[in-house]
């Protein structure tokens, strides 16, 4: 696994940073659309590390972040562009780099951004963990081995600026995106390197206990009401209870007065019961469309058939996509799909670009 972080942190590679970085002053950095932890620990983790150096920053999600994980320093550097698109679009012309963190397509920016984004000549240095990365970025540093963004951007913070840079309020939102990422080192962390960037993150003086507190122990009383509600009343089984579906619909979502973040986690809960290996939440939005997240056990590999059915793709046992259809054929559809994919005579899935 060191030959492939050589190999993504190749010389060539550090010294065009170091080129790109030259004489720079005004920095944006961009994460995907519905920031998880590591997408708003990595963002906020380079933006404290740039600012330390002498650089203005702003650190710009499609959609709002949620509490839970929008509250390590240097939250003041981050905009939504949904609510504050006046406030980026003033700022990103001035700005003479782009980091896009912890996605690999501008697709991953959802078209309002995107489209913006595109119009613009900075160059663009990518940071992610996600496979198959489109190569229309100026420089890539991409490792799908890696449990997140966090794990690879520290590895690339050791090695272009070194330990010293890796300042408490530069390592906290890093752990916290690695943590929340592997699920508290319950998954996606087969590698022993991320136990080591964990370690070094926590002698650099993060406080393990209060990240921990801040996302699992801080979520609202609707927010929890929500998931036991959807657990308990919006949850079928099917294929011998081998999958779990729940349904997020846009009147649940009014009645517990839903929050950007209130369904974080929730996909992941049922695959603590035995029998189950597979589970999706649908997310009815107000567009009309239909978000699918999907995570699975180690038995089945599902990015390849989120990218070829659902519009999307992610990593082999966490990934997601779009329906573009109603929340009841959206239902239909999906336990169709999941039901001929755990068949005996399965359907077959090709490799695919993921989201």
């Not at 940071?127 to 970025?137: A, G, M, N, R, S």
Request: proline share 5%; aromatic share 10%; with cysteine.
């Amino acid at each position: 696994m060191m030959d492939t972080l050589n190999s993504v942190l190749a010389p060539s590679s550090l010294a065009r940073l170091r080129r790109l970085l030259d004489g720079v002053q005004r920095v944006a950095i961009f994460c995907h659309a519905r920031p998880d932890g590591d997408a708003i620990g990595s963002s906020l983790g380079l933006a404290n590390l740039l600012v330390a150096q002498g650089c203005t920053v702003m650190c710009v999600a499609p959609n709002l972040a949620p509490e839970h994980i929008a509250w390590p320093e240097g939250h003041e550097w981050l905009y939504c562009y949904e609510s504050e698109s006046a406030d980026v679009r003033a700022f990103l012309p001035t700005c003479e780099l782009f980091f896009c963190l912890d996605f690999n397509n501008l697709a991953r920016l959802d078209e309002p951004l995107m489209l913006y984004l595109e119009t613009l000549p900075q160059p663009r240095v990518m940071i992610d963990h996600h496979p198959y990365p489109d190569l229309d970025f100026d420089l890539l540093f991409s490792m799908p081995e890696a449990s997140s963004t966090c794990e690879l951007l520290t590895e690339l913070i050791l090695r272009f600026w070194g330990r010293e840079a890796l300042t408490k309020r530069v390592a906290t939102p890093l752990y916290m995106g690695l943590m929340t990422d592997t699920g508290s080192f319950s998954y996606s962390c087969s590698r022993g390197r991320t136990f080591e960037i964990a370690g070094i993150l926590v002698d650099q003086g993060v406080d393990v206990p209060n990240i921990q507190s801040h996302v699992y122990n801080s979520r609202s009383f609707d927010s929890v009401m929500l998931q036991s509600f959807l657990l308990l009343r919006k949850t079928n089984f099917f294929a011998g209870k081998r999958v779990a579906l729940i349904k997020l619909s846009q009147a649940t979502q009014n009645e517990y007065y839903y929050q950007p973040g209130d369904s974080e986690g929730l996909v992941n809960l049922p695959l603590s019961i035995a029998e189950v290996e597979i589970s999706i939440l649908l997310t009815e939005r107000v567009n009309g469309t239909v978000r699918v997240s999907v995570r699975s056990t180690r038995a089945h590999t599902i990015n390849h058939l989120m990218s070829r059915y659902f519009n999307g793709g992610g990593h082999p046992q966490a990934a997601g996509g779009t329906l573009r259809m109603s929340m009841h054929q959206a239902i239909n559809f999906t336990q169709e799909i999941f039901e001929q994919f755990l068949s005996p005579k399965q359907l077959v899935v090709e490799e695919g670009r993921g989201e």
